[in-house]
């Protein structure tokens, strides 16, 4: 039972323009949202989180949409760079937080950017 | 050093073998948490430690699997008698608030 969803295996998209990153989820009872990006050999590092309250935050290039009822959050990257080229991978957290609970992850979504 | 760190980077084993990863959180983390990625597959998560105790357990896959966490600081991973399906990156993470990973083992068994 895959209660999060990435559904785009990869993204290929050129150097400068917007990335969008896709992430659908089934449990309605999560409250926080985050993404990770995750470079070969290395442990995910946190990117952005929202919480189910809002319905965008934004940090430098990187903003989060979450569209509650359609249980479905997005990544924008802008402009996108070829060192943003990594897997990415949308979480999903019941616990009010993120500090108290484990977090449920989608399969990823590998984004290449091209120069 | 001011990551998680995490031992082996690597462990290539036969299956049947126990094995035991460790992890080192970051100094001050209360909260530990233990997750694996297959091939292929999103991170799953495996465990949940706050302090020295384990709340919740419920994605050990079986009863092989077993953890600890001593002094509110290091923790390990035991699987005994491995079986080819174990293999994965075995990845332990720490926080006071978002989750910072280490760079995870890459467990192979033969």
């Known amino acids: 039972d895959q209660q999060v969803k990435q559904n785009s295996p990869s993204l290929s998209v050129q150097e400068g323009r917007i990335s969008i990153l896709n992430c659908d989820y089934t449990n309605s009872m999560f409250d926080y949202f985050l993404w990770y990006k995750k470079y070969p050999a290395e442990g995910p590092t946190f990117l952005i989180s929202i919480s189910s309250i809002k319905d965008k935050n934004e940090d430098g290039r990187f903003t989060v949409f979450l569209n509650k009822s359609a249980k479905h959050l997005s990544l924008h990257i802008v402009p996108s760079q070829p060192g943003d080229s990594a897997v990415y991978f949308c979480a999903a957290s019941l616990a009010g937080g993120t500090s108290y609970g484990k977090l449920t992850f989608g399969q990823g979504t590998i984004l290449t950017v091209h120069p | 050093g001011a990551g998680v760190s995490q031992s082996p980077s690597n462990k290539v084993t036969e299956k049947g073998k126990d094995v035991e990863l460790r992890c080192d959180p970051i100094s001050g983390h209360t909260a530990l948490y233990w997750y694996r990625q297959s091939l292929g597959q999103g991170l799953e998560f495996l465990i949940y430690f706050q302090g020295n105790s384990a709340p919740d357990k419920s994605g050990l896959p079986s009863d092989r699997f077993s953890a600890e966490r001593t002094g509110g600081s290091v923790s390990t991973l035991t699987i005994q008698r491995t079986q080819q399906e174990d293999s994965a990156v075995y990845l332990c993470?720490?926080?006071?608030?978002?989750?910072?990973f280490g760079p995870g083992t890459r467990l192979t068994v033969l």
């Open positions: 993470a720490s926080s006071l608030s978002e989750q910072f």
